[in-house]
């Protein structure tokens, strides 16, 4: 019997009710959107409660912007980035607070007034992870807050977080102490101790990242491990108590205080390489094996550099679903990035830019917490542009930093400024794209062939929130958003490329050669390098470009900026070859004077420069 339409009516406005505060069932989903597909009246109806909800949530209030330091300098408390979602201020770069879920009306309602939003479901034939979004979702963007990581307790003789019954502390986490000792214990087993003023990272639970200040670290058992990264540089214990200080943005002094250090050089490779050389529809990745599984509608076709790429045909069918890489939580799986992280790839588009369609190029959608790069045509309609983006097409990179939430950096197809117009980027030839983040800067940037189009500074020591259970797309998102044209060559780093990387790569794809011009097995090195040791009395000056020693005479004072300009002019894949200082007048065992540091008691007044102490980091004068 057909329902009266006034009970259709009643139903259908409680049920959008519900979705707006997010009471509704799945169930409740599900019969709500029967009632959408199946009637234009109610699509109207539907559009005109979302759309007044909407506007009821543009509410102005202040617009939040931080310091430059994440804390004042008289602020004692420690933690930055332990805020929750709830707690924290409205986002800086709003300009008014908008609900969640008003902003996620009119996204979801303009994209229902073409489809009706149907649950994401996997094709059986496939093996990965179930990505049917957990709501509130806005669009195709999972609005839900995944489980965080814990990888440490803040020990109760330190100074207060914010919310003092919130001493667990997660991966991904910035500490700043502006004056004062905190003390940690990583559930690795490792005792880390912060003296003010110090800014320091929790990458995981038995690694943490020095960006300015001085750290030591102390295991507690046999079992226990942790080391410090500091850019290319990683302190790794080998049963050890040491101590690391970032002297400068370049310099970083080591001393174990007991046992003995590794010092190891990064590899600046990727972790996830794709080339799609394989004739099947499974492409493993040249550095790891994990497989990319072609969708029923994706071919493989001749490639843009060697023998194979990947034609997406704008269907929901047409995807590389990748087959591993994922974790429990936020912070965990292979693909989970802390300190930096680059997205590369080539593509030859042929995207319709039609206004709220969307071309993915590589999407993870761990809740808040994803990774995106794709071509969007929006207007911001979700208000995730930093800095604001006027309406029109665009290239978009999005990603959560811990302290500021979810943003999208994105390049403005319109021929303004220096940019490209939508007709060059989808001009049918192959095209270099790389999207990077450093929290050693800040520095968030998209370079397209070879160019550096767009970036953005966000405060220094902003850790990347990513990883968990989603599975990764290329060329699609969940069976949604999916591509139209060719896509070859992706590139996943856990580091940011610099600007001499990015230009390497282009001209080596514009002479036919992949990115590295290595082989398959050099691509297959370990991540991490060890370029020399320190044992326990043992102190030594390193540069944290190239992780290389580094002894400065008095009298050769410029050695120190050689190498530092050095390495910012070379692309360092196989620096840990290199394991001398360079220095014409000192040694590896030569030492250095800390001056007005006096934390660091342990070190011996010894011939070399002197070292000054600002709020900021460690300069040599």
Known sequence: MTQPTNDIHSQLTKLTAKLLD??????????LEELLSGSADARRSYLRQTLLHAQLGLIAKETWRPDESIHPAGD???????LTASERPARRWTKRIISPLATGAVAAVLCLA????????????????????????????????????????LQEDSPMPSDPGERTLSSSMTLQLNNGVAHIESLQGASIELRGPVLFGLASSDN????????????????SSY????????????????????VDDDLVAVEVIDGEVEIQARHRLPLYYWNFESPTTDQPDIVTGTVGTLGP??????????????????????????QGGTGESVGTGRFACASGVTVEALFISNWTAEELDYDEIFRKEDGVCRIILSFQNDADRNDFSIPLLTRGPSLSFGLHLEGSGYSELEIPLDGQ???????EVTDGRPHHIVATYDSFSGRKAVYLDGKLQVEHRFAKGSMIRSGGPATAFIGNHAYHEPFRGVIDEVAYYDFALTAAEVRSHYEEVLAGNNYFRM???????????????????????????????????QSEPEDARLLVERSQNTIPSHISRLTSPISRSGSLNDGFLLKDFSHVSTFATMPGPQIRSTWSGFHLD
Request: aromatic share 6%; charged share 20%.
């Open 114 to 153: 073409v489809f009706a939003v149907w649950p994401v479901r996997q094709p059986p034939q496939m093996d990965v992870v179930d990505v049917e979004p957990v709501l509130p979702m806005i669009g195709y963007y999972d609005q839900s807050e995944l489980p965080k990581t814990p990888v440490a307790v």
């Open 76 to 82: 004692t408390s420690i933690l930055f980035s332990q």
């Open 417 to 423: 400024n220096g940019h490209p117009t939508l007709t």
């Open 519 to 553: 082989s398959e097995e050099e691509l297959k090195r370990p991540q991490w390098e060890i370029v020399t040791r320190l044992k326990q009395g043992g102190r030594q000056l390193f540069n944290r470009h190239t992780a290389l020693p580094v002894v400065v005479g």
């Open 297 to 322: 509608a994706a071919k493989i076709v001749p490639g843009i550099i060697g023998q194979g790429a990947v034609e997406f045909n704008n269907t929901k069918q047409s995807f590389v679903a990748i």
């Open 22 to 31: 997010g009471s509704a069932s799945k169930e409740e989903l599900r019969t």
């Open 208 to 223: 943490g990242v020095l960006y300015g200040g001085s750290v030591r670290t102390r295991l507690n058992g046999t079992g």
């Open 227 to 246: 080391s410090v990264e500091a850019s290319n540089l990683k302190v790794v214990d080998l049963g050890t108590e040491y101590e690391v200080t970032a």
